[in-house]
Nanobody
């Protein structure tokens, strides 16, 4: 089995920073892209940031210049450094990874359980 476990969410004030982590574990042969998505109440899930296995990154327009995605391939972990947080960043943040398990010859899409980020004064 493969699972993604997120950590680092919480309640912060506008302008503060948070760092999210997501560790992939289990029968992992290889990991391709990893990323973060978020879903606010009443809204669709949207891409926050993504990173390839080679380190190329892509960001949603609303977080460019404030958020930074990175990964540690040795630890199968992806991070999201969030700076200058705004109230509109409040959402459940989900980790995503495209993984080939040892027991499968194909890639599959995996999701974490989500972590709440609330930005409020």
């Amino acid at each position: 089995q493969v699972q993604l476990v997120e950590s680092g969410g919480g309640l912060v004030q506008p302008g503060w920073s948070l760092r999210l982590s997501c560790a992939a574990s289990g029968s992992i042969f290889s990991i391709n892209g990893m990323g973060w998505y978020r879903q606010a109440p009443g809204k669709q899930r949207e891409l926050v940031a993504a990173i390839t296995s080679g380190g190329s990154t892509n960001y949603g327009d609303s977080v460019k210049g404030r958020f930074t995605i990175s990964r540690d391939n040795a630890k199968n972990t992806v991070y999201l450094q969030m700076n200058s947080l705004k109230a509109e960043d409040t959402a459940v943040y989900y980790c995503n990874a495209v993984i080939r398990p040892y027991y499968s010859g194909s890639l599959s899409n995996y999701w974490g359980q989500g972590t709440q980020v609330t930005v409020s004064s």
